[in-house]
């Protein structure tokens, strides 16, 4: 080539078009993401914690401005947050990282942590296709209870809250990760 081609224009990630079926949650929400390149399961805000593990663990945290990064080992419980189910349940994560930041918002759901205790975690968004043309399922499936998961482009998550005493004698619980080590 005798001329140069043109340079290839920079885009934003922030501007730039995305697949996507929801938006994205607010800074404040508090969500689970749905994870495949997370070390463990994190657990944050809106999860209680059932019980410590007597394990720590170090961990370097992306989001979280934890001075340290020597984190216990819990059983945790969150209320899944969604108006499209007709029944809500209650999650526990076993073998979960708890990070105690007041601002830590998000957590994190391992998938090959879940998929170890028979949870089946379909993260294909329905705005895409499967090998054989067929639509995305974009859920977990767990214990008969499938949890719709939201997808804004850049990551799986549901809407939580932390269980009231009054959601323990209502709800199904259903386990997403073991409890054993």
């Known amino acids: 080539l005798d001329v140069a081609p043109p340079p290839i224009p920079i885009i934003p990630y922030s501007t730039s078009r995305r697949m996507y079926t929801h938006d994205p949650p607010g ?31 170090v961990l370097n945290t992306a989001l979280a401005k934890s ?15 969604d108006p499209t189910t007709s029944k809500t349940i209650i999650i526990i994560i076993n073998q979960a990282v708890y990070i105690p930041d007041l601002e830590q918002h998000e957590s994190l759901l391992h998938t090959d942590q879940a998929r170890a205790h028979n949870v089946y975690i379909n993260d294909i968004a329905k705005c895409f296709h499967d090998a054989e043309g067929r639509p995305g399922r974009q ?3 767990v214990e008969g209870c499938i949890v719709p998961l939201k997808h804004d482009g850049r ?21 997403l990760t073991s409890p054993e080590p």
């Open 139 to 141: 859920d977990i499936e």
């Open 27 to 57: 800074p404040n929400e508090n969500i689970l993401i749905v994870d495949s390149a997370a070390d463990i399961s994190c657990v944050g805000q809106s999860f209680t914690v059932l019980f410590h593990s007597g394990e720590k663990t």
């Open 155 to 175: 990551k799986y998550f549901i809407n939580i809250r932390a269980p009231k005493k009054e959601d323990w004698d209502i709800c199904q619980v259903v386990e």
């Open 67 to 81: 001075p340290s990064n020597m984190f216990d080992i819990v059983s945790a419980a969150a209320v899944v947050e």
